[in-house]
């Protein structure tokens, strides 16, 4: 049986979709699952919409996924207007019942909130009590809290594994974002052979990954562009969690970083001070990624860089809407006509419901 494949809502956010569209965006494109990754993707959390959307969803053959943004009150990205923490999980968990979404993901924050005045210990400790405070309503209600390793590095791996082992992996599972670990020199192989014990859903994407003198470089691409060994990925989750879905997540407009984890001047100093104990076998599956870009020649995506904004030109926001529309529809192409991931894919085209794909040789 071919594995899922679906779209995390944020590959698309320019789009203008609301909820609905989202399930018919996906069904367009054959595939299997839509994960609303933030609040603001829900109109309104009334049953009876919510119903509505469930039942647009099973007629179009689409499992449905949620998510929300960060749960430590303490982070930059945390969002006080929707209520503390645990009264914004409470209310996503009472939506995923609605919507059939086995669990909430979330996430703690992002890179930044390693080195700001509150210390990391304290963004980590947020979180836990967040989760905690509403353990029996998820228990009661049979969901996971799905905390994602998220904004370029705000956990490392082993880190939330340890995480969800102290919060009790009966109410906690991870997100496994395939993206955020190449910019906290974390080879997303490694990430997913550490946290695959606890992986409930994902958000998949592709990294260029290629030699800088200080260590790397970094820049998300078009899924089968970068140098990520996406095969090994699947081959890991094939094994341990065979049961969820590849969200595809495709974030482009960015450019490269200079990952300087091999500096010996100040921005190597600094980075490590943010990433004080990453193993050595991290580091080492590092350097081998960064070699493996270096082999298949990767380098910086050709693209319009940049986002858009309130401020944004109506001529330029389109340009940049036709490219996020397209990055995404070839990362769609990708993985259901090379890494043969979709049931829905299958089905169209006759197949059995195998991996079918034409796969990439992997140096």
Not at 182 to 194: K, L, N, R
Request: hydrophobic fraction near 40%.
């Amino acid at each position: 049986m071919a594995r899922r494949l679906g779209i995390d809502t944020f590959s698309l956010r320019y789009q203008g979709l609301d909820a609905f569209g989202f399930i018919d965006c996906a069904r367009e494109l054959n595939l299997d699952v839509v994960q609303y990754s933030t609040r603001e993707n829900l109109a309104s959390h009334d049953p009876g919409y919510l119903a509505e959307l469930r039942a647009h969803a099973d007629r179009a053959g689409i499992d449905l996924e949620i998510g929300m943004g960060s749960i430590d009150r303490h982070a930059v990205s945390f969002a006080p207007r929707w209520g503390d923490a645990a009264t914004q999980l409470t209310d996503m968990l009472h939506a995923a019942s609605h919507l059939g979404s086995p669990f909430v993901r979330c996430f703690l924050g992002a890179q930044v909130d390693r080195h700001g005045s509150v210390p990391f210990v304290g963004h980590v400790n947020a979180c836990a009590e967040a989760i905690s405070a509403v353990a029996p309503l998820a228990r009661d209600l049979g969901l996971k809290i799905a905390v994602e390793n998220h904004g370029f590095g705000d956990f490392l791996a082993h880190e939330l594994r340890a995480f969800v082992e102290r919060v009790g992996p009966d109410i906690c599972a991870v997100t496994l974002d395939t993206g955020n670990p190449t910019f906290a020199a974390e080879d997303p192989g490694y990430s997913a052979s550490v946290l695959a014990p606890y992986m409930v859903t994902t958000h998949f994407r592709d990294s260029c990954v290629w030699p800088h003198p200080d260590g790397a470089w970094a820049q998300w691409t078009v899924l089968g562009r970068g140098s990520v060994d996406l095969d090994g990925i699947i081959g890991t989750l094939d094994r341990e969690c065979p049961d969820i879905a590849i969200n595809l997540e495709t974030i482009n407009g960015m450019a490269p970083r200079v990952i300087p984890f091999e500096a010996d001047n100040d921005a190597g100093r600094a980075f490590r001070a943010i990433y004080s104990e990453i193993p050595e076998a991290s580091l080492e599956a590092y350097r081998g990624l960064v070699e493996r870009g270096h082999r298949l020649g990767t380098g910086p995506l050709d693209q319009i860089m940049g986002f858009i904004d309130p401020d944004t030109a109506p001529d330029v926001a389109e340009v940049v809407r036709r490219q996020q529309r397209n990055h995404f529809e070839a990362s769609v192409a990708y993985a259901q006509d090379v890494l043969g991931l979709g049931r829905a894919q299958r089905i169209a085209i006759g197949g059995d419901g195998g991996r079918q794909g034409t796969r990439r040789s992997q140096p």
